[in-house]
């Protein structure tokens, strides 16, 4: 062990503390729980209170991977495994927050009700990415976590510094397809703005003394929440099933 250890600390309780780093960069990061609106406090004790859970069960793991390892390096490795784990999870938050910027930008929304919280988002999005979070929790985002966190000790023991390419990679792809799965998100309000322009064109061209910017700002509001209405069910289902997914099966896309 490293000298910067104290002499009084036990090999579970620093395999504990440990756990404890892992998880907490995790929490810092996770959907729902990470926001920047909660307080610090509430996360500590949510970091808490996982690793009491999670401890027991990667222990024997986490004490064989700890044998003969540098504490300091070994808790340096944990805290970047849990960011990089978190970071993959809070992909899934952008998701949410760039399908709502594209659908309020695609609707003339973005400037309704002005913007709200701690990120610059429009009010659709805010709305969107809310309503995300929200199902998460009564789903079991929680539960679903610590399943993750333990598959995570599968893929990256404790103390073991993970293949910067392969990180790299799997950061890359996932980001990619994070985008891929905004723009899936927002296509219904993509497609509606696109009509919308369409048939103004159309109008236009047949009218040219019809104001129809004063005629189609109301109508494009009007559908987009009414589009909002009956579309983000699907889109919550959607993204759940995608999040859930990647917490479930406990592996990296």
Known sequence: MSSLVP????????????????????????PALGEAS???RVKLVMSVCMSLIVFPIVHDVSQNSLAGA???????????????????LRVFVF???????????????????????????PALGHVITMAGMTLALSLGLHVSAV??????????????????????????????????????????????????????GVINRAMP?????????????????VLLAISIPVILKTWAGALFGLLNSGVIN
């Open 7 to 30: 002499e009084f600390w036990t090999p579970y309780e620093l395999s504990f503390i440990l756990v404890l780093f892992r998880v907490a960069a995790l929490v810092s990061l996770l």
């Open 38 to 40: 909660i307080p610090a």
């Open 70 to 88: 540098n504490w300091l390096s070994a808790a340096i490795a944990e805290v970047g495994i849990g960011l990089w784990f978190g970071f993959m």
């Open 95 to 121: 998701c949410l927050q760039i399908a709502g910027s594209i659908a309020a930008q695609s609707t003339s929304l973005s400037q309704i009700l002005g913007s709200a919280g701690a990120e610059p988002l």
């Open 147 to 200: 399943q993750y966190l333990i598959g995570s000790y599968t893929i990256l023991p404790t103390g073991q510094l993970p293949d910067i390419s392969t990180i790299s990679e799997a950061g890359v792809a996932q980001i990619a397809w994070g985008f891929q799965l905004a723009f899936s998100l927002a296509a219904p309000f993509f497609i509606l703005s696109l009509l919308y322009n369409l048939t103004l």
């Open 209 to 225: 003394q019809l104001m129809v910017a004063f005629v189609g700002a109301p109508v494009i509001t009007a559908g987009a929440l």
